[in-house]
Every structure is written in structure tokens, then in C-alpha cells.
């Protein structure tokens, strides 16, 4: 299963925009030796979520689903907020980000990469 969005996958996100702040959902499955990889990616990535106005809203680990039950399996969670679509484009079109990227893809199973925007 695919953890990486494709350029098509960017383009429809950009072409989708209403304007204003979006608030990125992942949810993350490791593989079995995942969660020192993403912790690698998460202390890697602060500096580009700075240069982009981007900041981590909650990052958690998943326990008890509720609904449905036994649940499909989520390892963690993770609430990111850029000020613009274009910020997280801009972010993940970065060269050097690029570079850390394997980091995030080798540490997933399976991942959900979900834009937000706030009710009202």
C-alpha cells in the first residue's frame, strides 16, 4: 500500500484549495522495525516545518478503537498545521526535504495522509 503521495495526488490537493490553513491527518502503521525510522523523520523534519510556518499539533500513539471495533490497526497519530496548502507543497518540494523522505516511507506499513480545514 502506498505511504508517499504521487504528483497527481499534489496536484488535485492544490487544485482542491478554498484558501486559508490546513491541518495535515496522518495515520501511521509501522513496519515491524518502523518507530526509530519515524522518530528519525519526526526530529529531521522540524526545521522544514519551521521554514514553512508549519507546526505539530498532537502526535500520539493509537490504543483502544472503538469504532468499528477492533479497529484497523493505527499505530500512532499525527495533526499537522501549515498556514496554506501551498506551505506543505512547497515543504515536501523542498530538495533537502526530499532527502530525509526515506526516512518516513521506510518506517511505514501503511499510512493515511488526510488535509483538514477548520469548521466555520
Not at 34 to 58: H, N
Not at 89 to 110: F, G, K, N, W
Request: some cysteine.
Amino acid at each position: 500500500m502506498a505511504v508517499d503521495p504521487t504528483g497527481s495526488d499534489l496536484k488535485r490537493y492544490l487544485a482542491e484549495d478554498e484558501g486559508g490553513e490546513v491541518v495535515m491527518l496522518n495515520l501511521l502503521r509501522f513496519t515491524a522495525d518502523g518507530r526509530d525510522s519515524y522518530a528519525a523523520y519526526a526530529r529531521e523534519i522540524k526545521p522544514f516545518l519551521a521554514k514553512v510556518g508549519g507546526s505539530i499539533v498532537y502526535a500520539g500513539e493509537c490504543g483502544t478503537s472503538l469504532v468499528p471495533a477492533g479497529g484497523s490497526g493505527w499505530d500512532a497519530v499525527l495533526l499537522v498545521r501549515y498556514p496554506s496548502r501551498a506551505a506543505f507543497s512547497q515543504m515536501v518540494a523542498d530538495p533537502e526535504y526530499q532527502q530525509i523522505t526515506h526516512l518516513r516511507t521506510e518506517a511505514l506499513e501503511e499510512a493515511v495522509l488526510q488535509a483538514t480545514s477548520p469548521w466555520g
